[in-house]
């Protein structure tokens, strides 16, 4: 399938270098050379020249510019690379260089793609894998153009295979696998992204002969050891590995009555004499609950079983925690495991691929959400800490420390189905290497690399990016509540689709209240964090708006800081959203013809997808909370509530129900 080059559309012009074939063994240096040529190719007026050197962090870079010349030094060969991205950046955005002097925040800047070995693609939103076909590995051109798009936006490691390794995939540590393999970790390491691999707590018994997987159990630990160097071998630039254990279905140290800990350190022991990293999933929790038990709190799972682990992982081990506690959902607080591990390395995951944000039909510009976990204040060190800190390795000083995202891309021609949701990709680089760049400079970055120079055309996609989360979160789910979703694929309403399944995920709506009450009065959820914030959490009138039905149950009338009830705060933001999104895509309309037609066209057809979608949403979610409560909309706006008999109208008199 072709590709297309998105935001390095500039940058690689055909029959010019940028689109260049797979040359197997060409390295770093001929990637640094193809660049370097494109960059001629934008400006042959400059003299430019590279240089590594060990003045500099290793992964960081300095461009200077004089005299027509230009110098770009590196603190290795990565960092030159990121420094000839820099030049090239500026180039296409403003048409010169200047001086800069950048280093990345986070050592570990990865993408996790959820690819299985037949192909497909777990929560995949845009066609098939392109690293996996009909179990075979592919390493060819478009690898190497995946590379280049990650490096140049700094994203220097990625897992090619989804964290739920079935079989064919538990082979990927085996010489069905490893050779290509090898030639997969040559071609990214020729952009400077290292690779790492999911693998299969259960391989011990899989593949191994063992009778168990107990991580302490002398075979078991033998067949790692033995299995690692053989992998070693084969592949010596592996980045590690990557494991989800004792979750959904997964094999893990549970079984055994063993700890997290005791199955994170065994694989990583293995891994340590090659320079390997573990990276030890946190989402584990119980998918089979009775939902009548309304004791048990899913989102009390990760912290109850890692917090008391802290300090006990060895230092090659870093944790992976997912950004809120449950499940990427539109609106979630921030894990509170970012609060309370002080002596283990943490990375954080954030979920590029849209799959409760819209699935890539929907836009949804993430930049801001993650923004929003990234200066999440953990009071985990001091009053100052951030999660950003946590995660750059700040308090520990270690460099087993970043930030992963699941990864939104496939073999469509556009790599990301949505030509917006490419956005993300970029975006999350972007972030990962500076935290600190706002969500307004990479989206103008975005759009002018990926759209050309014309103001207009940039200002529109930027105000569709910047609006498109807060419109999806007011048309979707009020108030942090999660979870109204369709079961099993996620896209569209379904309001008491999972109320009364196995998976942990309730609103528990009656006719008075919606909300799980997970204060100290409650599930204690709240009180997992540190002071300030579980007093804050605790109260449902310090309790930040957008995520009050998260943390409390709390009835229909409730008044909110704005003035308006629960209720009323539900259709305003329906309707609102709707409106706000039908405006977007007028002003979208506007730059007909100033966007090239292919990418108009695709943009339109989502459009139309997700409008169609939103107003589901919102007459889905607005006619079952009218039912419930029998409290109509006092603005009166079209409610599907069957008999008006049924509903009580709140008067504009009465103060609680102004809105
Ligand atoms: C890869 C959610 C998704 C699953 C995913 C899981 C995870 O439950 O729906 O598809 O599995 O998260 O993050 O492991």
Not at 113 to 129: F, K, L, Q, T, V
Not at 140 to 162: E, H, K, M, P, Q
Not at 585 to 614: C, D, N
């Amino acid at each position: 399938m072709s590709y297309e080059p998105i935001w390095l559309k500039k940058a690689t012009l055909p029959g010019k270098p940028g689109f260049s074939s797979y040359i197997p063994g060409e390295g770093i240096e001929g990637s640094i050379e193809r660049e370097l040529s494109v960059l001629h190719d934008l400006r042959e007026d400059f003299v430019w020249s590279v240089m590594v050197t060990e003045a500099l962090p290793e992964e960081g870079y300095e461009i200077l510019v004089g005299d027509g010349k230009v110098d770009i030094l590196g603190g290795s060969k990565a960092g030159v690379l990121y420094g000839i991205f820099d030049a090239m950046r500026q180039l296409i955005l403003t048409d010169t260089v200047v001086p800069v002097s950048e280093r990345p925040a986070c050592p570990l800047r990865m993408l996790n793609h959820w690819d299985n070995a037949d192909g497909s693609i777990e929560r995949g939103y845009s066609g098939n894998s392109f690293f996996f076909r009909n179990r075979e590995l592919i390493v060819d051109d478009r690898t190497l153009f995946y590379a280049r798009l990650c490096a140049s936006v700094g994203i220097n490691a990625t897992v090619i295979n989804n964290v739920n390794v079935h079989e064919d995939a538990t082979k990927l540590i085996t010489d069905e696998y490893l050779p290509k393999l090898r030639e997969m970790a040559e071609c990214l390491a020729s952009y400077g992204v290292k690779l790492y691999i999911c693998i299969n707590f259960a391989a011990s018994m899989q593949l191994g002969g063992c009778k168990v997987s107990d991580p302490l159990d002398p075979d078991v630990i033998a067949y790692w050891e033995k299995a690692v160097a053989h992998v070693y071998e084969a592949v010596p630039m592996l980045g590690g590995f990557l494991v989800k254990a004792d979750s959904e279905g997964r094999p893990g140290p549970h079984t055994y009555g063993r700890t997290q800990a005791d199955g994170a350190n065994m694989l990583a022991r293995a891994l340590a004499p090659y320079g390997g990293k573990l990276i030890w999933r946190c989402f584990v929790y119980n998918c089979s609950q009775d939902w009548r038990d309304t004791t048990l709190d899913r989102a009390c799972a990760a912290y109850n079983y890692f917090h008391p682990l802290d300090g006990q992982f060895d230092d090659n081990v870093i944790l992976q925690v997912k950004n809120g506690p449950v499940d990427f959902q539109v609106r979630e607080p921030v894990s509170p495991l970012f609060c309370g591990m002080t002596q283990t390395n943490l990375m954080l995951e954030v979920q590029a691929a849209q799959e409760y944000t819209g699935q890539q039909k929907h836009v949804c510009f993430l930049v801001p959400m993650w923004k929003d976990v990234l200066r999440f204040h953990t009071y985990a060190y001091s009053e100052n800490d951030r999660v950003r800190d946590i995660i750059c390795g700040a308090h520990r000083k270690s460099e087993n420390c970043g930030i992963a995202a699941v990864a939104n891309t496939g073999d469509d021609e556009n790599w990301t189905g949505s030509d917006f949701a490419a956005a993300n990709w970029y975006g999350f680089g972007r972030l990962a290497w500076n935290p600190s760049l706002s969500a307004e400079q990479i989206a103008e970055e975005w759009a002018g690399l990926t759209f050309g120079d014309d103001k207009e055309v940039s200002a529109v996609i930027v105000k569709v990016l910047l609006a498109s989360y807060s419109i999806y979160e007011r048309y979707t789910v009020p108030l942090g509540i999660g979870w109204m979703c369709q079961p099993n694929n996620h896209y569209g309403p379904n309001v008491e689709g999972y109320e009364y399944d196995r998976w942990g995920t309730y609103h528990r709506a009656s006719h008075s209240a919606i909300g799980v009450d997970r204060s100290s009065r409650g599930t204690g959820y709240a009180v997992q964090y540190t002071e300030p914030l579980a007093k804050l959490y605790d109260d449902p009138s310090t309790t930040p708006t957008e995520l009050l039905l998260f943390f409390h149950r709390l009835p229909y009338n409730y008044l909110l800081p704005n003035g308006s009830t629960l209720i009323q705060h539900i259709y305003d933001t329906h309707f609102e959203a709707v409106d706000e999104l039908r405006s977007l895509i007028a002003s979208v309309v506007t730059v007909q013809g100033l966007i090239p037609e292919k990418e108009y066209t695709r943009i339109m057809e989502r459009f139309a997808m997700q409008l169609a979608s939103a107003k589901e949403w919102r007459d889905r979610i607005n006619t079952y909370f009218c039912r419930i409560s029998g409290i109509g909309d006092a603005k009166r706006r079209k409610i599907y509530a069957v008999s008006e008999e049924d509903i009580t109208y709140p008067s504009d008199a009465d103060p609680e129900y102004t809105s």
